[in-house]
């Protein structure tokens, strides 16, 4: 992985949000994990692959899915599955999904069967709702 990327992600810091006990990234992670994701998306995936799961690997994870949203949308569901923040996660899964329905309903729908029984009941939930959205093409 390139040298440039070695100190990302700084700690994040504990805050509460929405009355909730959270890490927060500070804007630079975020700012220089979306770069990362724009720049070199197989260097952070590898980076992802190799560290271990947490607060901070679901910045670099929101980053590479939001990228990987025009490219390669299973991927992006893959990454927003392997986020460790339930509040974030939900929100990755949803977002990815309402995006990949826009663009191609019959793989997302496929996706979502085949992972069915994998997701907890919040994310079935989501997914349904988006199911009884009115999608507009892109």
Same mark, same amino acid.
């Given at each position: 992985?390139?040298?440039?990327?070695?100190?990302?992600?700084?700690?994040?810091?504990?805050?509460?949000?929405?009355?909730?006990?959270?890490?927060?990234?500070?804007?630079?992670?975020?700012?220089?994990?979306?770069?990362?994701?724009?720049?070199?998306?197989?260097?952070?995936?590898?980076?992802?692959?190799?560290?271990?799961? $947490?607060? +901070?690997?679901? =910045?670099? /994870?929101?980053? %590479?899915?939001?990228?990987?949203?025009? @490219?390669?949308?299973?991927?992006?569901?893959?990454?927003?599955?392997?986020?460790?923040?339930?509040?974030?996660?939900?929100?990755?899964?949803?977002?990815?999904?309402?995006?990949?329905?826009?663009?191609?309903?019959?793989?997302?729908?496929?996706?979502?069967?085949?992972?069915? $029984?994998? +997701?907890?009941? =919040?994310? /079935?939930?989501? %997914?349904?709702?988006?199911?009884?959205? @009115?999608?507009?093409?892109?």
């Amino acid at each position: 992985i390139n040298s440039r990327y070695g100190g990302f992600p700084a700690p994040a810091i504990a805050a509460t949000l929405f009355g909730f006990e959270m890490p927060i990234a500070c804007l630079a992670d975020v700012v220089q994990g979306k770069f990362w994701a724009a720049t070199d998306p197989a260097g952070l995936g590898d980076w992802l692959h190799n560290s271990p799961s $947490s607060p +901070l690997t679901d =910045t670099a /994870r929101l980053a %590479l899915g939001d990228i990987l949203t025009d @490219t390669d949308l299973p991927r992006s569901m893959d990454l927003a599955l392997g986020i460790t923040s339930d509040s974030q996660r939900e929100s990755a899964l949803t977002r990815f999904y309402h995006k990949w329905r826009k663009t191609d309903p019959e793989s997302a729908a496929e996706w979502r069967d085949a992972q069915w $029984s994998n +997701l907890p009941e =919040t994310t /079935r939930q989501n %997914l349904l709702r988006q199911e009884g959205r @009115t999608v507009v093409s892109p």
